[in-house]
């Protein structure tokens, strides 16, 4: 016959056991909590300081651009603003960061104008640089129904709303201009094959700019003439290298200038405004990617535009 205390005395040691499982369990649990919480306000504290110094590499690039403006009227790729840096350490981490010129690339939102006006010299150069990389010339009238206003299709090759809204997922056409030259992804025809060949050459920039002969890659130069010698282009980029032009008149008098036969010199200039900061900050375990783009209107003047982050 069993004995009533020792039933009593088993049941209570099993609901010992079983509290003590419990709040090992739920100690445990807490402990993973707490370092779990600790782990994100690090990693939250880490991604805001690293913010902090992105958002201050802005104000450094400014100045550095500002000063540059100051001291010459020309832009190249020989200047200390154009040269790749080492990374910087900085407290708990280090900040990578490099300027591009923009102006050295060609402006889509060059092809449709407020107005409702295309740039010939736009269409022409982006229809150079379609054919350039084997893709269909035609591409650029689904560029210029992504910016112009109406609903209208451009044929042969335009899209609109009733277009997009057809696509899984659907959307619609920005009518306006483009933001960042990264839109090419959303409009018809530029599949990714597309897109990563003509992404490295353009730019989204306000209005139309001239296109700066001391920075514009040899794809770029070549789009500016009728002749497609890219190596003429090539050529001219490794006597640049040499000797940056310190006038379009200088240009435009270099013997390799006359082979690739460029006609009009209008919107062509040795200087620029618009410059891209790409700044990539990591601190402790935090991560801040941003690119800048910067308006330098004048010495004292230099505005963000656009900024674009990710990370």
């Not at 010459?72 to 407290?91: C, K, M, S, V």
């Not at 010939?120 to 084997?134: I, Y």
């Not at 094959?193 to 306000?206: H, R």
Request: net charge negative; aromatic share 6%; proline share 6%.
């Amino acid at each position: 016959m069993t004995c009533p205390h020792s039933h009593s005395r088993g049941v209570a040691l099993i609901m010992a056991l079983l509290v003590v499982a419990i709040a090992t369990v739920a100690a445990t649990a807490l402990s993973q909590r707490i370092a779990l919480d600790t782990r994100r306000s690090a990693s939250m504290i880490d991604g805001d300081q690293a913010w902090m110094y992105a958002e201050g590499a802005e104000g450094w690039i400014k100045s550095v651009l500002a000063r540059d403006l100051r001291d010459n009227q020309i832009d190249h790729l020989q200047e200390a603003w154009a040269q790749t840096l080492p990374p910087l350490g900085l407290p708990g981490g280090a900040i990578i960061g490099r300027i591009t010129d923009m102006q050295g690339l060609i402006n889509l939102n060059g092809l449709y104008d407020s107005g409702g006006v295309s740039d010939p010299q736009t269409v022409e150069r982006v229809q150079r640089l379609l054919v350039l990389h084997e893709l269909d010339p035609e591409l650029y009238w689904a560029i210029i129904d992504w910016l112009d206003p109406d609903l209208e299709a451009s044929p042969p090759s335009g899209a609109e709303d009733d277009y997009y809204i057809g696509l899984d997922p659907p959307y619609l056409a920005a009518n306006q201009p483009m933001q960042s030259p990264t839109e090419l992804r959303l409009i018809k025809g530029f599949d990714q094959e597309a897109y990563e060949k003509i992404i490295p050459f353009v730019t989204a920039l306000p209005g139309n700019t001239p296109i700066n002969i001391n920075t514009a890659p040899a794809e770029v130069i070549v789009t500016l003439s009728p002749n497609s010698d890219l190596e003429a282009a090539t050529s001219l980029v490794e006597a640049r290298a040499e000797k940056p032009f310190e006038t379009v008149s200088e240009f435009s008098q270099h013997p390799l200038f006359q082979s690739l036969d460029i006609s009009n010199t209008e919107d062509i200039v040795i200087n620029s405004q618009y410059f891209m900061l790409h700044s990539d900050v990591r601190v402790g375990q935090g991560r801040a990617k941003l690119d800048s783009v910067i308006f330098r209107e004048s010495v004292n003047k230099q505005t963000i535009i656009y900024r674009s982050s990710a990370g």
